[in-house]
């Protein structure tokens, strides 16, 4: 079955450090990328996505691209601010034809980032 | 402005009592999901729903029992709480796809519901 691994953390950053994350994901077929973030006390909300490979999503300064060869979608971000201190979700969601399309979630990988 | 809601936000309650956890949407989804999210943050999909009078048992093996009467309500019920149901529970929805195997399937959650069972 599907599956999305990324590193452990906790990630603890000064602040304006390069941040990755790393994730790698198997599937079968041609599944779709999303990083999605959990802010404390909160719910998850997707920060980015790709649909296909070689694709890059990017929003509030985060990117990430769908490498096929190596089956991988790093979350990168060039400068960290207090303010991104949160749980990050990578997941993929396999491209199965209609109906109920699974979402299969990495365990989370939670930063820290200190002033 | 469309939106994902669950009440209550905190729940404590004594071992043995009925309860259910709502979920509402207004974004018009078919499709529904709860998640159950441990300690270590992990997620584990309990239920889910194709939509209106469609229910589906997840990854997870659950207690709990769902119902999609509208579009727009999915609650979790749990007959008989116990410590063990301690958790936090999300509740997330996405719309169906046009296409058959359509790109993606982005969900959207709500802020979730922290169980305690004493």
């Known amino acids: 079955g599907d599956s999305v691994t990324q590193m452990e953390g906790p990630v603890t950053l000064s602040e304006e450090a390069f941040l990755t994350i790393n994730c790698t994901y198997t599937a079968t077929g041609y599944p779709s990328l999303f990083w999605y973030v959990q802010y404390p006390g909160e719910g998850l909300q997707l920060l980015l996505k790709?649909?296909?490979?070689?694709d890059k999503g990017s929003n509030k300064g985060f990117e990430a691209t769908y490498r096929k060869e190596t089956t991988s979608f790093h979350l990168e971000k060039g400068s960290v601010q207090v303010s991104d201190s949160a749980v990050y979700f990578c997941a993929l969601s396999d491209s199965g034809s209609g109906g109920y399309q699974k979402v299969t979630f990495g365990t989370g990988t939670k930063l820290q980032v200190i002033p | 402005e469309a939106d994902i809601y669950q009440t209550p936000r905190y729940l404590v309650i004594g071992t043995g009592k009925k309860i259910t956890l709502e979920c509402s949407q207004t974004m018009g989804h078919d499709k529904m999901y709860w998640y159950q999210q441990d300690p270590g943050m992990e997620l584990h999909l309990i239920h889910y729903?194709?939509?209106?009078?469609?229910?589906e048992k997840g990854d997870l093996s659950s207690e709990s029992t769902v119902s999609r009467i509208r579009t727009e309500h999915f609650p979790l019920t749990l007959e008989s709480a116990r410590p063990s149901h301690t958790s936090q529970y999300l509740c997330?929805?996405?719309?169906?796809?046009?296409?058959?195997?359509?790109?993606?399937?982005?969900?959207?959650f709500g802020p979730g519901t922290r169980l305690t069972v004493l």
């Open positions: 997330a929805s996405s719309p169906r796809l046009g296409l058959a195997g359509g790109p993606y399937n982005e969900q959207f």
């Open positions: 790709a649909t296909k490979a070689d």
């Open positions: 729903s194709y939509g209106v009078n469609s229910t």
